[in-house]
């Protein structure tokens, strides 16, 4: 004996371009719906996650030292601040804070650099807490150096690349001519480290001849208030801070205002294609009113006809919307890209994030939307009164 | 039948597609830093150029890395000198018509990497030898015109009986003299440089010129 949903399915085919279409419409809405829904996932865990792999969510450098650090870039290193190494113990005791890291940069002229020559940017770090800063470096060749006072480099992957630079190789630092042997190169991480070269912080202050430092990295404790441990590094004398949570939250504040138009957008999308159910099985319904009425005068009851209106209602969505999903899971990457060049800063890894939770939401998302909108043809359909429909004919 | 195609098309088109899509982190090729400027300058009769890219492995792959090999006489090593590097190949116009080449590699040098760049002229005659950068103490020293001046008019067959791994060489290029006897290694490494430059020039432009191999 055929079924209700076979009846339902057959229904559908009688009108296949009319089928296609509005299955066409729901497919592009899920694909529209469930990519945002992915976005707004895979955005704001990829920025988190970039963060994070700053190490540090806090910088503390002397006055106008962003200032002077370009200055440095342009001319060759000369009149940057410095901070007092000390100034790390005092930070180091806050509440607030969870790690903190000294930094020396330092920028030497390169005359063979080019033809007007170029910068050479170094990065003394310290070996001891640098490097749980960083849990995300992962190296391509050797490790972290030796020491504190070791004259060893590590490479970021770019650096290395145009150095040419392999473990046991060595670098010459310009202007002060000293060899350091490079014991580490880090694979690409996508960030500003890949072009730097990093050298034990004690190394590199006995090659500059400076006992200070130009940086100071905080971690905050992740429940702890960064606001509130801004406020008191400001208290120290002749500092500024940094903070990327401000960076992020500006960010996020301008995805969300995208988000919000972006999601807008899809919810009309979806709206149309609910109009295009609701036209397709209404259209259906007025087309079938005899086939109806004989139904009903063979015994069927209102509540069997409007499941079976129901049921085609629940195969357009249910398709059209499995559909969609798929096109978005294989389209990810290609939607990735495009989101990509559209955004001012999109941060590293996956930015549309579609897994089987989101899809399985968004599938329905979709069938109970279709099916509030099947609503009204199939109770119309359950209406109808046998004897007229049949004369009407 | 028709249904298959289509499939099959489509599926070719969207494998292209993403392969395309994926980031690529090959080697790093040798560019010029500033090139309207630094083709003017060894070319100053030139009024134009247009770049290309050739790489091993895309116009010969292993059998052609062997051969250059064999005639570099020294095998490509490291993590750097891979077959997968793209050269830049600039092609040099003064109006319509086409008078030389300028081409780089990138060279390990004792200290840092070397980007020796050469022009030629269209029977593959050196114009101009220059060493655009390089990190050593006596850098200067050879980066210093006088020193690049020594290969002007060498042609690729000068070079054929230079030895890299040796330092070994006849002929012309044993004349050719190092500025800095303390920095054997990059003079040798520059020289290095400059043969397989003429080499892949050689594979890459005149021998696809005159049709063979």
């Avoid at chain 1, 296949?16 to 990519?35: E, F, N, P």
């Avoid at chain 1, 910068?119 to 470096?137: E, N, Q, R, S």
């Avoid at chain 1, 500024?240 to 995208?258: D, E, P, Y």
Wanted: include cysteine.
């Amino acid at each position: 004996m055929i079924s209700g949903f076979q009846i339902a399915y057959k229904n559908l085919l009688r009108k296949k371009s009319r089928t296609l279409l509005t299955l066409v419409g729901i497919m592009l809405s899920s694909w529209v719906l469930v990519s945002l829904l992915g976005f707004n996932r895979g955005y704001e865990s990829a920025l988190n996650r970039d963060i994070d792999n700053m190490g540090y969510q806090l910088m503390v450098m002397a006055k106008g030292c962003p200032y002077e650090a370009a200055t440095m870039m342009l001319q060759g290193g000369t009149g940057l601040r410095y901070i007092e190494q000390s100034m790390v113990d005092s930070i180091v005791i806050r509440p607030e804070v969870d790690k903190v890291t000294p930094i020396l940069m330092q920028a030497f002229f390169d005359p063979d650099k080019g033809d007007g020559g170029g910068i050479a940017g170094y990065f003394g770090v310290d070996l001891t807490t640098f490097p749980t800063m960083k849990p995300f470096f992962r190296f391509r060749q050797g490790g972290w150096f030796h020491d504190e006072q070791a004259t060893e480099a590590v490479m970021g992957f770019e650096a290395a690349e145009l150095e040419q630079r392999e473990v046991g190789d060595m670098i010459l630092v310009p202007e002060k001519n000293v060899q350091l042997k490079v014991v580490g190169i880090l694979e690409r991480t996508g960030t500003q480290d890949d072009g730097t070269i990093f050298v034990p912080l004690k190394t590199l202050q006995r090659i500059s001849g400076i006992d200070k430092i130009t940086t100071i990295g905080i971690k905050v404790k992740k429940d702890a208030d960064s606001a509130k441990l801004e406020a008191a590094l400001y208290q120290l004398p002749d500092v500024q801070v940094v903070s990327f949570t401000q960076v992020k939250q500006t960010i996020m504040k301008l995805v969300a205002t995208a988000r919000v138009m972006v999601l807008s957008i899809a919810i009309i999308a979806l709206l149309i294609a609910m109009v295009g159910v609701v036209n397709t099985i209404l259209m259906s319904v007025l087309e079938r009113l005899q086939e109806i009425g004989i139904l009903k005068t063979m015994g069927a009851m209102p509540g069997d006809i409007f499941r079976l209106v129901w049921t085609e209602t629940l195969i357009l969505c249910f398709s059209g919307g499995v559909a969609g999903i798929g096109l978005a899971f294989v389209f990810a990457r290609l939607s990735d890209i495009l989101v990509r060049r559209v955004l001012p800063y999109a941060p590293g890894g996956e930015l549309v994030a579609i897994d089987l939770k989101l899809a399985l939401l968004t599938l329905a998302v979709i069938v109970v939307v279709g099916l509030l909108s099947g609503i009204y043809p199939a109770w119309k359909a359950g209406r109808v009164r046998p004897l007229e429909s049949i004369r009407g004919e | 039948m028709k249904g298959k195609a289509f499939l099959k098309i489509f599926l070719t088109a969207f494998l292209l597609f993403f392969a395309a899509a994926v980031p690529a982190f090959a080697a790093v090729g040798c560019d010029l830093n500033d090139p309207d400027r630094d083709v003017v300058r060894l070319f100053p009769d030139s009024t134009g150029y247009k770049t290309s890219y050739a790489a091993i492995d895309k116009r010969g792959g292993e059998p052609l890395l062997r051969r250059v090999e064999q005639r570099l006489r020294d095998r490509f090593h490291g993590i750097y000198e891979t077959i997968d590097v793209p050269y830049t190949i600039y092609e040099i116009y003064n109006g319509k018509r086409k008078v030389g080449y300028i081409h780089g590699v990138n060279q390990k040098g004792q200290f840092g990497g070397i980007q020796v760049f050469v022009a030629l002229d269209m029977e593959g005659r050196i114009k101009s030898f220059y060493i655009q950068k390089m990190t050593s103490q006596w850098a200067k020293k050879l980066r210093d015109p006088k020193f690049g001046r020594q290969f002007t008019g060498l042609a690729l067959k000068d070079f054929e009986a230079y030895d890299p791994a040796t330092g070994k060489a006849s002929g012309k290029v044993a004349e050719i003299r190092n500025p800095a006897p303390e920095a054997e290694i990059d003079f040798r490494a520059a020289l290095r440089a400059l043969k397989k430059n003429l080499i892949l020039i050689d594979e890459f432009v005149f021998s696809a010129e005159r049709g063979k191999p």
